[in-house]
């Protein structure tokens, strides 16, 4: 019998000459979370450096709070859908938050990130529409379009012109929907969001941006790159995560489309998965109105991206790009890249390893991404082991 699992056999093979020492990168157990920045792995006690913790809210003692008072007052689940009876008033309430919070007039919470892009874009995007990605989408943004009837486009990564002349080729009168992140999770570079606006705009085509890694680091009130550029009220739809710098889990979409509502009975990742339980809603509101109103947790976090930044730049490193809360180390080889990885941890250090194909350009990636409730510190400690690696391995320098 011919058996189902043969067309893993390349991954299987590609899994298989990962060669390391000690420790499986991808079978790492965090044993004990002792707090935003710090858990024991393998017995030991380490600094975590690639989390996406941004805003560090993970024990914040508002959000544990509203989540104990919203288990014990409504229990552990919602066991229904949003459209049967998973709506609670906090559902509503939450929306309310991150419509405010986007000075839009509507807000859909969905039970992760990942579904909000698969709900939304299969759902605005049918069979005679264009959808235009750049090439460097999040999975949850190629497997939206794959889950819809359109036709799919990608233009070259973070590049407005090209997405401009794309666009320019399009017989006039299709309906387009462009989607862009307004940070990129791997190398750590944001988007031109004016240029893509400008293009967008010129070419009556609606935007969508993913605001999953911006929301909380960037804009006056945490809300992301679109804000932060002066451009979020010349975009149609953010979609954003509660799974970084929020703390907890879910997605959402926001939009100022006043047929908006009407998704609600038309998405199918809204319609037919349950709904977050309380605690999770009630954490996740307590945490947007942190991010809006307290600009404590954005500095400490840009404090932080500065030290290991101008850092790892001082020591030769080659970074993903200019300073954000995303910082990644660019290694040639795959196997010094594993290396490095095994000995930051030996270091007490735990990042990130991305390899091919999960990154841009098929790079090695020591990646880490910072949290506002690291200490400085602990930088000068991330800092310190990444010297060690840089001095025991040839690891490239720019
Ligand atoms: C750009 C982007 N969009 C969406 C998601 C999915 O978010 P979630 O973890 O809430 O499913 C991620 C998660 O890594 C992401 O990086």
Known sequence: MADLFDKFEGLTNLRNTLVFEKTDPYKIVMEDVISPTEAIIDGKHTI????????????????????????TMSG????????????????????AAIADLYCMEHAMVFSTGFLANLGMISALAGKNDIIMIDADSHASIYDGCGLSDATITRFRHNDAADLDKRLGRLNAGRRVLVIVEGLYSMLGD????????????????????????????????????????????????????FSKSVGTVGGFCASNHPDFEILRLASRPYMFSASLPPSVVASATAAIKIIKEDR???????????????????????????????????????????????????????????????????????????????????????????DKVKNSNSVNQS
Request: a negative charge; one cysteine or more.
């Open 296 to 386: 404590t947790p954005q500095q400490n976090l840009w404090r932080n991206a500065k030290q290991l930044h101008a850092g790892l730049t001082e020591m030769g490193f080659q970074l993903g790009a200019d300073c954000s809360p995303v910082i990644a180390v660019l290694i040639d080889d795959r196997d010094v890249a594993v290396r490095s990885w095994e000995q930051l941890l030996d270091e007490g250090i735990y990042v990130n390893l991305a390899l091919p194909p999960a990154t841009p350009q098929n790079t090695n990636l020591l990646r880490c991404s910072l949290s506002a409730a690291h200490t400085p510190d602990q930088i000068d400690q991330i800092l310190a082991a990444f």
């Open 76 to 95: 552990t689940g919602t066991t229904g859908s949003r459209v049967l009876n998973g709506t609670y008033a906090a559902h509503r309430e939450l929306e």
């Open 190 to 241: 944001k988007a031109p969001l004016a240029d893509i606006v400008a293009a967008c705009k010129k070419h009556d085509a609606y935007l969508m941006v993913d605001e999953a890694h911006s929301l909380g680091p960037y804009g006056a009130n945490g809300q992301g790159v679109a804000a932060a550029d002066g451009v979020l009220d010349q975009v149609d739809f953010i979609v954003g995560t």
């Open 48 to 71: 975590l450096a690639g989390t996406n913790n941004y805003m560090g809210l993970t024990f914040d003692q508002r959000c544990i709070d509203a989540a104990q008072n919203a288990l």
